[in-house]
Nanobody
Framework: QVQLVESGGGLVQAGGSLRLSCAAS????????MGWFRQAPGKEREFVTS????????AYADSVKGRFLISRDNAKNTVYLQMNSLRPEDTGVYSC??????????WGQGTQVTVSS
């Protein structure tokens, strides 16, 4: 089992930046691909970005390309999401998740990001 804890959310004005962190504990020896997802009020959860264990494979949703940057530090068992040029539509609960195969098996509780206009 892997436990995931997100941090770094908050309230920011449009155009501002936030950096989220996702700290993993437990069975961290496995080579998990890590992802970030978000859920806005009244909407379904959507994929934001993911990064492979080695960092060689990264994917972004079109809506965040060029603004968000995912990275990871395997020595610290932590994944980061740098969010720049934030927009009100980026508001939501951001959760990190881990997978070995194609399905994300482990999820964090999420951290709230609110972007004011």
């Amino acid at each position: 089992q892997v436990q995931l804890v997100e941090s770094g959310g908050g309230l920011v004005q449009a155009g501002g930046s936030l950096r989220l962190s996702c700290a993993a504990s437990g069975r961290t020896s496995l080579r998990y691909t890590m992802g970030w997802f978000r859920q806005a009020p009244g909407k379904e959860r959507e994929f934001v970005t993911s990064i492979s264990w080695s960092g060689s494979s990264i994917a972004y949703a079109d809506s965040v390309k060029g603004r968000f940057l995912i990275s990871r530090d395997n020595a610290k068992n932590t994944v980061y999401l740098q969010m720049n040029s934030l927009r009100p539509e980026d508001t939501g609960v951001y959760s990190c998740a881990a997978r070995i195969a194609t399905v994300y098996q482990h999820w964090g509780q999420g951290t709230q990001v609110t972007v004011s206009s």
